[in-house]
T-cell receptor
Framework: NAGVTQTPKFQVLKTGQSMTLQCAQD?????MYWYRQDPGMGLRLIYY???????DKGEVPNGYNVSRLNKREFSLRLESAAPSQTSVYFC?????????????FGEGSWLTVV | AQTVTQSQPEMSVQEAETVTLSCTYD???????LFWYKQPPSRQMILVIR??????QNATENRFSVNFQKAAKSFSLKISDSQLGDAAMYFC????????????FGKGTHLIIQP
């Protein structure tokens, strides 16, 4: 199984450009997440999707939009990139329930905005 | 909202020695999970150990063990017989058992292993 797959792995953007980070999971998980990681800040939640067709804001949603295209895919869009969005982005998925809460992370997407 | 605090930005230990990383958290929930993740320079997130709040017994995975103090809301990680490969960032994380709003992370502890 591939687990959680993120693309692209590396991207350099100019200020004001737009782009979409793609995430797909093949584990039939209901919930999916986008985090960003900045130096000294740990991972912070941008948006999450508890189930297909629903999305909710996390701790740092400003400047981002998301789409839960289907149960497998959860994309993160930067409409007008800013240098403050330079970060490493992680997608994750989880099967929520009393049977277990194992979280699976993608390998990260390194985004630089110049 | 839950918060997770790691008060040690950096720790250093001699190879083969034991080191303990601290984590405290704040929650009003009684049923939750706590995690320690290891992040090497590749940035891959590797689950080290998981503790379920309703289990009194501390979790253990080989050289890694935790000291879970529910009343004190403390969750420390002990690494025994430290190895060079243990050098990494370590993150403590919290999750409600039934919630769908993901993990809450601490800011991390950078662990250095001295040869």
């Amino acid at each position: 199984n591939a687990g959680v797959t993120q693309t692209p792995k590396f991207q350099v953007l100019k200020t004001g450009q737009s782009m979409t980070l793609q995430c797909a999971q093949d584990m039939n998980h209901n919930s999916m997440y986008w985090y960003r990681q900045d130096p000294g800040m740990g991972l912070r939640l941008i948006y999450y999707s508890a189930s297909e067709g629903t999305t909710d804001k996390g701790e740092v949603p400003n400047g981002y939009n998301v789409s839960r295209l289907n149960k497998r895919e959860f994309s993160l869009r930067l409409e007008s990139a800013a240098p403050s969005q330079t970060s490493v982005y992680f997608c994750a998925s989880i099967s929520v329930g009393y049977s277990g809460n194992t979280i699976y992370f993608g390998e990260g997407s390194w985004l630089t905005v110049v | 909202a839950q918060t997770v605090t790691q008060s040690q930005p950096e720790m250093s230990v001699q190879e083969a020695e034991t080191v303990t990383l601290s984590c405290t958290y704040d929650t009003s929930e009684s049923d939750y999970y706590l995690f320690w993740y290891k992040q090497p320079p590749s940035r891959q997130m590797i689950l080290v150990i998981r503790q379920e709040a309703y289990k009194q017994q501390n979790a253990t995975e080989n050289r890694f063990s935790v000291n879970f103090q529910k009343a004190a809301k403390s969750f420390s990680l002990k690494i025994s017989d430290s190895q060079l490969g243990d050098a990494a960032m370590y993150f403590c994380a919290y999750k409600d058992r039934g919630g769908a709003d993901g993990l809450t992370f601490g800011k991390g502890t950078h662990l250095i292993i001295q040869p």
